[in-house]
């Protein structure tokens, strides 16, 4: 079963997907307002993928006879200035949550949850490709003319990471 301290740190970390997930859901609004349509397309899958990320720490907890919090729902960012600016949310965003993931990895070190240290690994991984991707993206704002968003808009959804 799970130690206190890592059920607490576990639950704070389904939240901190389920924020990058609305986040994301607020970026493809945007996106799909101002017609970047490929990147609205990106920011719809992101957010669906990190509420997926949210979920596999419930389930974890709940398979460990702990008690999963589903999360407040916290307000997230609507408005953008520019495309570019919401690409560099996201880049923020998948920092601050390789951070949290790094935080959770060092408790379950301290409390010795190996386990869930082992558990874990698989977003370490993911935020490595995750971060990979979205500095790959702003490094296409400045390779792209900045008179051919509609092209960058393309571009950007084709970014893959291939290892
Ligand atoms: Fe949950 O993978 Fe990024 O944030």
Known sequence: SLKDGIEQILNEQIKMEMESSSKYLAMAGWCDRNGFDYSAGFFYKQSDE???????????????????????????????????????????QEIAVTDSINRVITACRRENDFATEQFMNWYVKEQMEEEYIARRCLDLFDQIPADQLFYLDKQLSRVTYDG
Do not use: C, N
Not at 65 to 77: F, K, W
Not at 86 to 91: I, K, Q, S, T
């Open 50 to 92: 990190e509420r997926q990320h949210a979920l596999k720490i419930f389930h974890y907890i709940s398979d460990q006879g702990g008690t999963a919090l589903s999360p407040e729902v916290v307000p997230v960012q609507q408005d953008f200035d520019s495309l570019r600016s919401v690409f560099e949310g996201a880049l923020d």
